[in-house]
């Protein structure tokens, strides 16, 4: 119990900071029996992490008109690729869905990295060449 509780306060923050809970699913990757598990725990936790992240952002005004115009927009994207997903979900063994798994989680994770290390460290974005990130 006291590890879930550290690794939900990690993704809590990782969620928060940057709306990834790798965490979280990490570990639910590593200890879930199979696949149907692993989606079982994590449709539900982060089912309520974004009834709670709804509820935030819309008290904070980080919901916009906009922002919601957008999410109306790419919805239909987000069916269908939820369907491909599933589909393809039936197909994969179950060995290659968590190693599938675990590489979108290093890739998100180095993602991530190299998106905001201009942020954190503002002087090494140009030393470690990731600068072009950062251009808008």
């Known amino acids: 119990p006291v590890i879930l509780a550290i690794i939900?306060?990690?993704s809590g923050?990782?969620?928060?900071m940057f709306g990834v809970g790798a965490f979280l699913t990490a570990y639910l990757n590593r200890t879930?029996?199979?696949s149907s598990q692993f989606?079982?725990?994590?449709?539900?936790?982060?089912?309520?992490?974004?009834?709670?992240?709804f509820c935030l952002?819309?008290?904070s005004g980080v919901l916009t008109l906009e922002s919601l115009k957008f999410a109306v927009t790419?919805?239909?994207?987000?069916?269908?690729?939820?369907?491909?997903g599933i589909a393809a979900s039936k197909k994969i063994p179950e060995k290659h869905a968590k190693k599938v798994?675990?590489?979108m989680l290093i890739l998100t994770g180095l993602s991530l990295t190299l998106q905001n290390i201009g942020v954190l460290f503002p002087n090494t974005a140009d030393m470690?060449?990731?600068?072009?990130v950062f251009t808008k």
């Open 32 to 34: 879930t029996a199979n």
């Open 13 to 16: 923050i990782l969620c928060g």
């Open 8 to 10: 939900g306060f990690g």
């Open 57 to 59: 952002y819309m008290y």
């Open 39 to 53: 989606r079982a725990n994590f449709c539900f936790v982060f089912f309520m992490e974004n009834i709670a992240r």
């Open 128 to 132: 470690v060449g990731v600068s072009f």
């Open 74 to 84: 790419i919805f239909p994207g987000v069916i269908a690729g939820l369907a491909v």
């Open 101 to 103: 798994v675990s590489v």
